[in-house]
């Protein structure tokens, strides 16, 4: 992967920081590398942004107190908390190690 997945993200709000939605992890996933959050299946994901363009099929989010990457294939949504979705830049800063 490189360095930047995706030059655009989705978000509820203009920082990113309030919640999307909620899914529960369909199997067990462990990142290629630290941008990644690592869950287990039937973990509770929060997601709070969804990447567009190059690499729609990551999502962000916080599984306990780790955030990261994760595949959206992998969660299977069971609550949204929000409707709206703004279409924002992404930053240098939304691709380094937490």
Do not use: Q
Request: charged share 30%; net charge negative; proline share 4%.
């Amino acid at each position: 992967l490189g360095r930047r997945f995706a030059d655009r993200k989705r978000c509820a709000d203009p920082e990113c920081s309030m919640l999307m939605c909620r899914g529960k992890a369909m199997r067990d996933f462990k990142g290629p590398d630290c941008r990644f959050v690592n869950f287990k299946k039937g973990e509770a994901v929060y997601v709070y942004y969804k990447l567009i363009g190059k690499s729609t099929e990551l999502w962000a989010g916080s599984v306990g107190s780790d955030f990261g990457y994760f595949p959206k294939d992998l969660l299977e949504i069971n609550h949204n908390y929000s409707n709206e979705e703004l279409e924002l830049p992404t930053d240098e800063t939304d691709f380094v190690c937490f």
